[in-house]
């Protein structure tokens, strides 16, 4: 279940998007219930008509419910990521973007705190 609020911003070159938002996760297994809330934010920027330079993040905290059953203590995380991107269009439907994506897990348990990179090559088509 998932509620909140959203904001969009749009002009000729610029569009943004802010996004506030709770949410509760019911899983099997008691180690994975919980409650979380962050805000995303996506912003791109049209450097000549059709290239666009942008940036996506997200910041979210998690609040598991149960004590984890492996290692006997509650689990609370943080989640930071950010990932700046380089969109080209071209013809009518098809665009080429280029991301870079930084991600963070802050964990109380070690065992699922980590770093992560990516690097990614898109083409997407849209109909």
Known sequence: MKGGYQYEYLSDKLYSNLELFV?????????????????????????????SIGLRGTLEGYNYTQENQVFLKKRRDAFIGFSPFVSFSFYKNFSLMLGYTHMRNLSTINYYAYKKNLYSFQLLMRF
Do not use: H
């Open 23 to 51: 949410r509760y996760t019911d899983a099997k297994g008691k180690n994975w219930d919980s409650a979380s809330a962050g805000v995303l934010f996506l912003s791109s920027y049209a450097v000549i008509k059709n290239l």
